[in-house]
């Protein structure tokens, strides 16, 4: 799946990211994840990023805001519409789930900012034996994804990185002056 974001891959992407063509463990326990993935696709939202990475110096925050017809990305306190189409988005995701090798696991329940969540653990395996483990909070009211972290060895001398992401669906509007 293509990180489609620049510096910001969308929640979907980290989850999901790169094992190029394998075939999907068929993981009933997954539904719950990718349906909530496909829906947060097409549902209006505002997340933010903390990325620590041993590649970087310092970790890094973000912002993505996603309208009905466009992705919004901050980084570097600056906003910037993105290539990124969520129109296209859900087709893509349905495909990208489909070539890879996820397991999932409910651990239980949690609530996030007063929300009842499901919380589930993925791990995404790579074709070089690494993998993005990665861990989702969905509401259970809504089925869209509140909280997630992701960790990944993104290889080499990179090494790993740790991004925290949190999720809101009230008010999503367009950055003000940024077309």
């Known amino acids: 799946m293509t990180i489609k974001t620049g510096l910001l891959p969308t929640l979907a992407a980290l989850t999901f990211a790169a094992s190029g063509g394998s075939a999907l463990a068929a993981d009933a326990a997954c539904k719950p994840v990718t349906d909530a993935l496909v829906k947060l696709a097409g549902t209006p939202n505002h997340a933010r990023m903390h990325v620590t990475a041993a590649y970087q110096s310092a970790p890094t925050d973000g912002e993505t805001i996603t309208t009905a017809n466009a992705m919004y990305v901050k980084a570097g306190g600056t906003w910037r519409r993105s290539a990124y189409d969520p129109k296209n988005e859900m087709a893509e995701m ?60 993104v290889g080499g001398k990179r090494g790993k990185s740790h991004t925290e992401v949190s999720i809101d669906y009230a008010n999503v509007q367009a950055p003000v002056g940024v077309k």
């Not at 890879?100 to 651990?107: G, M, Y």
């Not at 395996?125 to 259970?140: F, M």
């Open 94 to 153: 349905t495909q990208g789930f489909l070539a890879q090798k996820i397991s999932c696991k409910s651990v239980g329940d949690e609530n996030v900012a007063g929300e009842s969540a499901a919380l589930y653990d993925t791990v995404n395996k790579q074709e070089d034996g690494t993998s993005v483990d990665s861990r989702v909070w969905i509401s259970k009211s809504r089925g869209l994804p509140l909280k997630q972290t992701i960790d990944m060895d």
